[in-house]
């Protein structure tokens, strides 16, 4: 409501101007016929047109186009019926201005060269030369008219600069909340995943312990139906744990996600903790470089499913970094154990090594397991990318 006051205000003034600047100029000017006193008919016709310009200006905001046409042949009139040509200079100026402003600059010159034309054909049928045509005081209007489209014009244009890097802020700040959040997801995504990996490996060996406790307490029948609720209760927490992780569509780690040699120092821990002995050879690997996430997450899966299904006393964890002028570097990653799957298990091939061989060779590497003499053995090659994983500070 404010901003509709002050607009309206605004429009009122500058009738009143342009109403004020015709009158004046009129009084002051003498008429383009050579007329020496100035009659009534004469002040009525100005004070008429005066009052048209400023009824007009104050409609211009509603109808450009028609307020500039409707002006455009008033000031024709005004020049046919021999008024003074200064005192139409105020409302010709206002005018380009306004259709200028309105996005109609091409109307706005034709609308000034129309005006001229009529001018100059006045002042031939009044008696002037071809050559008295181009003196000053025509110059001087068609530079004002000039300077005028080109001011009105170069507002428009700040105008539309300005919206232009207002809309460029607001973008950059969308874009900036938009890598905020992103982060905020890669960091709940990263633990969410991490926390998947590490409950279901713990799972696993809460699985063996109960299998171990069940083993030795054969002779207790209760005890013994209490390990086999127990069991049960860990597997189904595997199972619905594996079955919520897919659902979450979060099979694949970000690739932004690495591992470091510390990961797999914990997940051997837990294993000594069960009695297993696991050997790690890491080709000169730091403690605190990194190398992919998914090639870590083969080496959980693959200690998970031998805790799960072998029952090992020994593990083997290789991992280390290839390089080939034939192709890109990549970590070579294998996994050995001890352990031999009952023949009595009904237990299925689970689909976590399946999955993780399908997103291994997606990314260009390969993955392989079976038996090797005595020992289970998984061995995969993962392609590394130097600036997707970059090296942690030490």
């Known amino acids: 409501m404010e901003e509709k006051g002050s607009l309206r205000i605004q429009s009122i003034l500058w009738a009143a101007a342009i109403f004020l600047a015709v009158m004046l100029l009129s009084l002051v000017s003498k008429p383009a016929s050579g007329q020496q006193e100035m009659t009534a008919a004469y002040l009525v016709t100005a004070g008429a047109f005066a009052v048209g310009f400023g009824v007009l200006s104050v409609l211009r905001h ?33 005018f380009l201005a306004m259709i200028t402003l309105a996005g109609h600059r091409m109307r706005s010159y034709l609308g000034a060269l129309a005006v001229f034309i009529v001018m100059s054909a006045v002042r031939l049928a009044q008696g002037a030369s071809f050559q ?19 001011y009105a014009q170069l507002r428009t244009t700040r105008e539309v ?11 950059a700040e969308r874009t900036s909340e938009a890598e905020k959040e992103q982060g905020r997801i890669l960091h709940r995504s990263k633990v969410s995943y991490q926390l998947h990996d590490e409950l279901a490996h713990n799972l696993a060996v809460a699985s063996l312990h109960t299998n ?3 083993d030795a307490s054969s002779t207790d029948t209760r005890t013994a139906l209490s390990l086999i609720h127990v069991r049960q209760a860990v597997t189904g927490a595997m199972t619905a744990l594996r079955r919520t992780f897919d659902t979450m569509g ?3 780690a970000p690739e932004e996600l690495t591992a470091t040699i510390e990961d797999i120092e914990r997940i051997a821990t837990s294993l000594r903790d069960t009695g297993i002995e696991v050997n790690i050879h890491s080709s000169g690997l730091g403690q605190t470089e990194n190398f992919p996430q998914l090639a870590m997450r083969i080496i959980r899966e693959a200690a998970t499913n031998a805790v799960k299904h072998a029952d090992p ?10 390089t080939d002028e034939s192709q890109p570097p990549y970590w070579v990653v294998s996994v050995r154990n001890n ?37 289970f053995l998984l061995s995969a090659t993962v392609r590394k990318d130097v600036e997707e994983n970059p090296r942690r500070d030490s």
């Open 212 to 214: 171990a406790a069940l």
């Open 339 to 375: 352990g031999v799957r009952p023949v009595h298990s009904q237990t299925p091939n689970g689909q976590g090594l399946a999955r993780l061989r399908a997103m291994t060779e997606a990314e260009g590497g390969t993955m392989e397991w079976g038996r090797l003499a005595t020992n």
């Open 313 to 322: 006393t020994q593990m083997v964890i290789w991992i280390k970094e290839e």
């Open 132 to 150: 008295d045509l181009f003196d000053f005081e025509i110059l001087a209007y068609a530079s004002l008219a000039a300077l005028v489209i080109l």
């Open 62 to 94: 509603r109808f450009a186009r028609a307020t500039w046409l409707v002006a455009g042949l008033g000031i024709c009139v005004w020049l046919l019926l021999a008024m003074p040509r200064i005192a139409i200079l105020p409302p010709l100026l206002f």
């Open 250 to 252: 979060q099979l694949e």
């Open 161 to 171: 600069t300005l919206e232009h890097q207002r809309r460029v802020r607001e973008f």
